[in-house]
C-alpha cells in the first residue's frame, strides 16, 4: 500500500497563476482533508470530504477550490494564486468506522508564489 | 469550539534525557486524543491515541495518559535519542465531527548526542 501520496511535491508559481494539487489514497477512506502548514501556526483545515461528490469548507477556505470526483482523489485548486498562499499542503485521509479517526496524511506539497 | 494546547517549544535535550511535552484541552464531547509525530520533510505520522479516560497510549518508549480530570494527554518519553528529533503535535477529534481533528501548534523536539 502507497498509503496517501501527494503531487507534486515541489512547486513555484508566480502571483495569479493557477494550479491543481492532487490527493490519492489507497485505504479505500471516506475522508479525505486538505491542510496547511505555517511556520508557528500549526496545521489549519482548508476543505474536507466525508465522501465522494462531496466537499465542505473548513477553517481557511477562501482562495481555494476542491474537487471529490473518485473516493480514491481530493483535488484542491488555487485559481489565482497569492504569495499569502506560499505554505506546506499536507493531504490526509481517515475512516469512519472505529472509534479514533485516525488521521494518514502525505508527504506533503511546498508551495511557493512569487 | 474544540481547542489543543501543548508546549511551547523549541526543546533540547542530551541524549538519555526525560522528556514531557505538556498538552492540554477543550472539547465539548468525549474525544480521541492522539500525538503524531512529523520528521523534517515529511507529513505527520500517528506516534500514539487513546480513546477514552484512563486509556495510556504508548509507542516506540513513548507513552500519554487520557486524563479526563485535568483535560490533558502529556508525552514522556524515559531516555530519549537523537532520532526522537521531530515536531510533536498533540491532537484531538470528537467522533460525530466528519473525523475532523483539531491540532496544537506543534512542539519541536531537538536532542543533542
Known amino acids: 500500500n502507497a498509503g496517501v501520496t501527494q503531487t507534486p511535491k515541489f512547486r513555484v508559481l508566480k502571483t495569479g497563476q493557477s494550479m491543481t494539487l492532487l490527493c490519492a489514497q489507497d485505504m479505500n477512506h471516506e475522508y479525505m482533508y486538505w491542510y496547511r502548514q505555517d511556520p508557528g501556526m500549526g496545521l489549519r483545515l482548508i476543505h474536507y470530504?466525508?465522501?465522494?461528490?462531496?466537499?465542505a469548507k473548513g477553517e481557511v477556505p477562501d482562495g481555494y477550490n476542491v474537487s471529490r470526483l473518485k473516493k480514491q482523489n481530493f483535488l484542491l485548486g488555487l485559481e489565482s494564486a497569492a504569495p499569502s498562499q506560499t505554505s506546506v499542503y499536507f493531504c490526509?485521509?481517515?475512516?469512519?468506522?472505529?472509534?479514533?479517526?485516525?488521521?494518514?496524511f502525505g508527504p506533503g506539497t511546498r508551495l511557493t508564489v512569487l | 469550539g474544540d481547542s489543543v494546547t501543548q508546549m511551547e517549544g523549541p526543546v533540547t535535550l542530551s541524549e538519555e534525557a526525560f522528556l514531557t511535552i505538556n498538552c492540554t484541552y477543550t472539547?465539548?464531547?468525549?474525544?480521541?486524543l492522539f500525538w503524531y509525530v512529523q520528521y523534517p520533510g515529511e507529513g505527520l505520522q500517528l506516534l500514539l491515541k487513546?480513546?477514552?479516560?484512563?486509556d495510556k497510549g504508548s509507542n516506540k518508549g513513548f507513552e500519554a495518559t487520557y486524563r479526563k480530570e485535568t483535560t490533558s494527554f502529556h508525552l514522556e518519553k524515559g531516555s530519549v535519542q537523537v532520532s526522537d528529533s521531530a515536531v510533536y503535535f498533540c491532537a484531538l477529534s470528537e467522533n460525530t465531527n466528519a473525523g475532523k481533528s483539531t491540532f496544537g501548534d506543534g512542539t519541536t523536539l531537538t536532542v543533542k548526542p
Open positions: 490526509a485521509s481517515s475512516s469512519p468506522t472505529g472509534v479514533s479517526n485516525t488521521q494518514y
Open positions: 470530504s466525508v465522501g465522494e461528490g462531496t466537499t
Open positions: 487513546a480513546t477514552k479516560a484512563d
Open positions: 472539547a465539548t464531547g468525549y474525544p480521541s
